[in-house]
């Protein structure tokens, strides 16, 4: 198996359901739960490539109070040791998630020791393995720009392959912010957005369209996540449609993230993108239909489901 690592946002995630509305001001509105999960998009990854039985090395950062011990003991108890920076003074970074039946999820968030984790905090091995995922870019601001564009850099010089998650932008698309990601692309072998962050790139609605635009710029695989659908991915002059198993949905929250970990794990291994892709969406969709408490399968449970 090639060595992994993962870089990005890990927080806490508090889970808010059901939420298709905020109560009006002054008011209260009971909820059946509310749960806390260990997360973020790179703690989402390296948890779900953890049980996949592919330890990756995470690197990201804390803050020295309770949410960060707790995520820090919900990795050590995946296996996941070290990478994770705890910075004292600051608070551990947490998204609020509120979701509902038949509504898209939504988040406020708290950057906390997010907004501090900068470039000298990435050890210098940890950008040489052989695939490397850079994510949560939006909650990260002291890498963005050319921060992240000399990170990448390092991993092409090591002869490692990029993967790249910018996730959704607070302040909705401006030019400058597209331009920003535009200018990252070119180093970028697997570019990962959802279909409406494409759609924000790039001013198409059709995410095939989306993403043969977006692989015009880059010259890498251009992989749009479709939730429920599936995904569509445009690359060494193939196209895929891979259409996802309907299931049950239980909590949508990190469902790209266990995307990723699929792809990961999968192009790690040495198999092929369609297959790749067979399996990362397949892994989300075991995901969003488990509860936190059992949330990410083992390669042995996985296995027989993509043979259905």
Known sequence: MSRISVIGNVNVDLLVWPAAEFPP?????????????????AGNTALALARLGSVPRLIGCVGDDHYGRFILDELVAAGIEEGVFVLPGEPTGIS??????????????LLGSLQTFEASMVPPDALEGDYVLLCGYFCLPSLRGRDMLKLLE???????RTLFDCGWDPAGWPQETR???????????????????AGSLTGIEDPMAAARALE??????????????????????????????????ADTTGAGDAFNAGLLYALAG???????????????TT???RASANRYPALGELLPLLEE
């Open 179 to 197: 331009r920003e990601i535009v200018e990252l692309l070119p180093l970028v072998d697997y570019f990962l957005p959802n279909e409406v962050e």
């Open 25 to 41: 001001p002054g008011t209260d509105m009971p909820v059946e739960s509310i749960q806390t999960r260990a997360a973020g998009a």
């Open 287 to 289: 995901v969003v239909s």
């Open 154 to 160: 390092k991993v092409r010089a090591a002869g490692g």
């Open 270 to 284: 040495g198999t092929e993108v369609p297959v790749a892709l067979r399996l990362a969406t397949r892994l989300a």
């Open 216 to 249: 015009r710029i880059s010259g890498g695989w251009v992989i749009v996540k479709l939730g429920k659908e599936g995904c569509v991915a445009v690359g060494a002059g193939q196209e895929h449609v891979i259409s996802a198993p309907p299931v049950r949905v």
């Open 96 to 109: 609020i998630a509120f979701e509902a039946p038949e509504r898209d999820r939504s988040f406020l968030t």
